[in-house]
């Protein structure tokens, strides 16, 4: 049985479902499947078998494997085959458990097959369990960039198992911290201290209330993309070599820095940033050998970047999405990002 879990539901009306967290938290899934009220399921693991526990209908299990390389409509186009040849419909369900590669491309297929069936999601990474696998983004990538392929698909319930989490490699910690350091300035607060379990927790609730505000990203959506300015085009001028984690982290020190020369915030909010990322063992710095100019040129195609260079910064009003930033501000900053 699961020791004591937190729910946090994410109102969404009639598309409402809730995120359970903790320690053992993937043995409620047979009652989360009977609520659903599913008939037989299809589960896609990224992990070994036994981490799935018995749904308690009817399933058939498919191996999946995370990583970026796989997360394509090639692998949907298997899975919705492999659905079709069990007869998978509307009133069956999808079990997706692995990384936020796997939710989502998990998540995808289940947005797509038959126009939509039911998914549910066991996320075993911390960035998976504090983000991916919360708030119904799903997507693939295309050789021409990331996330280029998707559709909003709410699952019908996430079981985030913190034990999942003990055999989560060091730099697979961070990449999920980057993402907890940036809700400190986004409306969680002081996270740090806490337990892992509250933590996420802290995480998940921040999300669940942006996303109901804002299920398709038309405004106050933006600010989860805090940090993220920087981190997309540091994780694409790496090569992705930083994770996206530590990537956002290093984007979070800088939005904070970027606030401060605009005179949005003053300098000891401006230092907070590099406190609260430094206190998770963040990077805080850029890599060695970034050019600026690059990175201005990356920034500049960031999604959000409708007019000119756009960050989502903290200001009088708490973090807003901020268009038509000066490049030679933006410039001078990122100097002071050098190692
Ligand atoms: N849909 C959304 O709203 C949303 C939000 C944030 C990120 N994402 C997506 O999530 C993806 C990143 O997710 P990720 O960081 O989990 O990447 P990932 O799925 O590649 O997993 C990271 C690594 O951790 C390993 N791993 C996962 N769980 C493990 C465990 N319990 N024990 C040992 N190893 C484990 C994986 O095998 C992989 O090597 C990106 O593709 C990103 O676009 C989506």
């Keep these: 049985m699961a020791k004591a879990h937190r729910r946090i539901e994410v109102p969404l009306g009639e598309r409402t479902y809730s995120v359970r967290i903790g320690p053992g938290v993937r043995h409620t899934l047979p009652e989360v499947v009977a609520e659903v009220g599913a008939a037989r399921v299809v589960v ?22 995370d990583g970026e390389d796989d997360k394509t409509l090639a692998t949907v186009e298997e899975l919705c085959r492999r659905f079709a040849e069990f007869g998978l419909n509307r009133t069956d369900a999808v079990i997706s458990c692995g990384g936020g590669t796997t939710t ?14 039911p998914v549910i999601h066991l996320p075993t990474s911390l960035l998976a369990q504090v ?19 998707g559709a909003y698909w709410q699952p019908k319930a996430v079981l985030c198992d913190t034990d999942y989490l003990d055999t989560l490699p060091s ?20 996270l740090r201290g806490l337990a892992l379990q509250e ?21 106050l ?3 989860l993309n805090y940090g993220h300015t920087l981190g997309h085009a540091l994780e694409r001028a790496t090569d992705y070599a930083v994770r996206h984690g530590e990537a956002v982290a290093i984007g979070t020190v800088f939005a904070g820095r970027l606030a401060g020369a605009l005179g949005r915030i003053d300098e000891a909010r401006a230092a ?6 430094r206190s998770y063992s963040l990077p805080t710095t ?13 920034m500049r195609l960031d999604k959000k970047a409708t007019a000119g260079l756009s960050f989502v910064l903290d200001g009088p009003r708490g973090p807003e999405l901020t268009h038509n930033i000066s490049e030679d501000v933006v410039a001078r900053t990122l100097v002071t990002m050098t190692p």
């Design 171 to 190: 730099r697979e910690w961070l990449n999920g911290y980057g993402e907890i350091a940036r809700c400190h300035f986004i409306g969680a607060g002081d």
């Design 44 to 65: 896609v693991s990224a992990r070994p078998g036994h981490w799935v526990p018995d749904p308690g209908v009817p399933a058939l299990t498919l191996s999946a494997k």
């Design 104 to 117: 989502d491309s998990v998540g995808l297929a289940a947005a797509l097959y038959h126009r939509g069936v």
């Design 131 to 149: 983000d991916a696998s919360v708030g119904g983004k799903t997507a693939v990538n295309l050789p021409h960039g990331k996330n280029l392929v």
């Design 286 to 298: 850029l890599p060695p050998g970034q050019d600026p100019e690059r990175l201005i040129a990356l």
């Design 272 to 277: 907070e940033h590099l406190d609260v990322v």
């Design 221 to 223: 959506r933006h600010i």
């Design 199 to 219: 933590q996420i927790a802290a995480s998940v609730q921040l999300k669940a209330s942006i996303v109901s505000a804002d299920e398709r990203d038309s405004g």
